[in-house]
């Protein structure tokens, strides 16, 4: 999924977290999250208080939280809720970063070229 705003911060890799500071798993997914920051610094790590950017997290369609998402290139490439261990945070900006990028621009092509379709 493409998304309609700029590459966040210019980054053309970005982790999102949404949280809010009333939830427990948030504050327990904190120090997972800004642990993953430290350790990729060539990454944009942002967080997104949702109780303080409604817009926002409305936008993303954000139901649960903690909610992580990573972008690439402007496309949402990860999106889930639930707090993830390190391991599995790692295993994930892992996957994201070996995508082919060509390929996830060529399947939103096609997506969006058939939802044109259906719409006409």
Do not use: Y
């Amino acid at each position: 999924m493409a998304t309609d705003t700029p590459s966040l911060d210019g980054s053309p890799f970005a982790v999102v977290d949404f949280w809010a500071p009333w939830c427990g798993p948030c504050r327990a997914f904190a120090p997972v999250f800004a642990g993953a920051a430290r350790r990729h610094p060539d990454l944009l790590f942002a967080k997104v208080n949702t109780e303080e950017q409604h817009e926002l997290a409305a936008h993303f369609h954000i139901r649960s939280i903690p909610t992580l998402m990573i972008f690439r290139d402007n496309f949402i490439v990860f999106a889930q809720p639930g707090a993830l261990s390190a391991g599995a945070l790692e295993d994930v900006l892992a996957a994201a970063h070996t995508l082919d990028m060509d390929a996830v621009r060529r399947e939103a092509s096609a997506q969006e070229s058939a939802a044109t379709a259906t719409r006409a």
